[in-house]
């Protein structure tokens, strides 16, 4: 069974763009939930998707948004890029929302660099 | 609120000898706890869970956990360290809901 696919793998944009990210998930998995990761902050908790629906959102900026499609793939969008934002994004699945024996797969993760 | 406290940026050990990655967590309600482990430009690998039972978990690689709720702590062991097991380690938590908080990390450095 294939992993978590996330693409592009790098990514290098300049301040005040956008971008858009993608994860698709393990087969038969419908949640999707998307992290950041840096050096200074480590591993932040972005939002988490399940059946099209966010379910849950962290603490980040209205710049950052996310969707979910019907056949569970996800994207992430960050707008007005500030080069804080330069970070690695992970993404990670689960067959469903919530529930005991439920763990998380994650992704290979799109390093995005803002210059 | 949740948190997860990794107190060890970094454990040294040597080939062959056991390991420990120490966690200790907070949170409300019964606590599902995790370990990930991350190599080098790759994702989160998962290790190991506890979510219920006995308090000693078994997970990949020869890896296991002590889940202690006395002291609220789920530390990270192997009996015998190995190179290849170098690497950036993860404990996490959820509580009931869905959202994973991860502690700051601890790099292992196993040395030959």
């Known amino acids: 069974k294939a992993g978590v696919t996330q693409t592009p793998r790098y990514l290098i944009k300049t301040r005040g763009q956008q971008v858009t990210l993608s994860c698709s998930p393990i087969?038969?998995?419908?949640?999707v939930s998307w992290y950041q990761q840096t050096p200074g902050q480590g591993l932040q908790f972005l939002f988490e998707y399940f059946s099209e629906t966010q379910r849950n959102k962290g603490n980040f900026p209205g710049r950052f948004s996310g969707r979910q499609f019907s056949n569970s793939r996800s994207e992430m969008n960050v707008s007005t890029l500030e080069l804080g934002d330069s970070a690695l994004y992970l993404c990670?699945?689960?067959?469903?929302?919530?529930?005991?024996?439920?763990?998380?797969?994650f992704g290979p993760g799109t390093r995005l660099t803002v210059l | 609120a949740q948190s997860v406290a990794q107190p060890e940026d970094q454990v040294n050990v040597a080939e062959g000898n056991p390991l420990t990655v120490k966690c200790t967590y907070s949170v409300s309600g019964n606590p599902y706890l995790f370990w990930y482990v991350q190599y080098p430009n790759r994702g989160l690998q998962f290790l190991l869970k506890?979510?219920?039972?006995?308090?000693l978990v078994k997970g990949s690689y020869g890896f296991e956990a002590e889940f202690n709720k006395s002291q609220t702590s789920f530390h990270l062991k192997k009996p015998s360290a190995l190179v290849s097991d170098s690497a950036l380690y993860f404990c996490?938590?959820?509580?009931?809901?869905?959202?994973?908080?991860f502690g700051g990390g601890t790099r292992l450095m196993v040395k030959p």
């Open positions: 506890y979510i219920t039972g006995d308090n």
């Open positions: 996490a938590v959820r509580d009931g809901g869905n959202m994973l908080t």
């Open positions: 990670a699945s689960r067959r469903t929302s919530g529930g005991q024996n439920n763990e998380q797969f």
């Open positions: 087969s038969g998995h419908r949640s």
